[in-house]
Structures are given as C-alpha cells and as structure tokens.
C-alpha cells in the first residue's frame, strides 16, 4: 500500500475512534480529506512544516501532542484572566479552581477512554493527545464567554473589566 494510502487509512481510522477529534495535524498530502474532517474549533498556531507532512506514526503522535500544548497553555492563560477578574472574591476563586479541576478530571479520563480501542498501540499517543486538544479548545471557548457577558448578566459569574 503506497504512503499517502496508509495516511488516508490512519486517518480515517482517527476520524471513527474519535469522531469530532480529527487533527490539525493532517497530512497536507490529504487535501480532500483534510478539509472534510479539520476540526471546528480554531488553532492558536498553525501546525509546523513537518506537521502539515506528516505521514509516519510517531510524527503524527509529536505532532498532535504539540498542538494540545498550545491549547493548554492558552487555557492557562484564559485561566488566569478570569481569576485576575474574580479579583478579591475568594468564594468565586474557590469555586472557579474547583471547576476547573474538575472539568481537567474529566476531559482527561474521557480522553483515556476515547483513545482505549488504540491502546497498547502506536496510534494511542495520538489519538489521545487529538481528544486532549478537542476538549481543552472547547473548554477555552466556554470560558471565553465568561469574559463578554453583558454589564448586569445574573448567569455569569466573571465580572466584566472595569
């Protein structure tokens, strides 16, 4: 079977084991498919050269887990501006840290369990990393709306900039 074969199967094998969790990470020899099965959720960076060519296992797995890192840390730092504006409010801190280990207990083991039909093999790393990045992009974009509620919203409980 030639290399972007291979590829294409690898891929698709990622899109049914985790669907919604495809990555950005898709070889640029897959521009049909690329374009079908890039997740919806915008990149902080776009991926590297030899991400965008990507077509062996362990680079696939390198290169999901950078882009869960770069999620992660824009979630820290989304983190940090909401406690920053919870300001003196040790309730609301308290509750938001609790939250936020909680959503983190979460997303990790549905991550273990979304990759467990590649466990034991060379796909794992990446499939569970590509879930880790899925879920950590949707928390950001829930914890961004905490950051534009209107002036007298009752359901937010971020305070907006003053």
């Known amino acids: 079977m030639p290399t972007a074969g291979l590829s294409l199967l690898l891929v698709v094998a990622v899109a049914v084991v985790v669907p919604a969790v495809v990555p950005a990470v898709v070889p640029a020899a897959l521009p049909a498919t690329a374009g ?15 991400c965008r060519d990507a077509v062996d296992q362990a ?9 869960y890192e ?3 840390k824009a ?3 989304l983190y940090s501006e909401i406690e920053q504006r919870l300001g003196q409010d040790a309730q609301a801190e ?10 983190a207990a979460f997303r ?4 273990t369990f979304a990759a ?5 093999g060379s796909a794992f ?16 974009e829930h914890l961004q709306q905490y950051l534009v509620c209107p002036e007298g919203d009752l359901g937010c409980p971020v305070p907006s900039r003053h």
């Open 125 to 140: 790393p990446m499939v569970q990393a590509l879930c880790l990045d899925d879920l950590t992009q949707r928390r950001i």
């Open 70 to 72: 770069v999620s992660a």
């Open 116 to 120: 467990s039909a590649t466990s034991g």
């Open 59 to 67: 680079t696939l797995s390198a290169c999901a887990q950078q882009a």
């Open 108 to 111: 990790d083991a549905e991550c």
């Open 36 to 50: 079908v099965l890039a997740p919806s959720a915008a990149r902080a960076e776009a991926p590297d050269e030899a």
């Open 75 to 77: 979630l820290d730092r």
């Open 94 to 103: 308290q509750l938001f840290a609790k939250a936020q280990q909680s959503w």
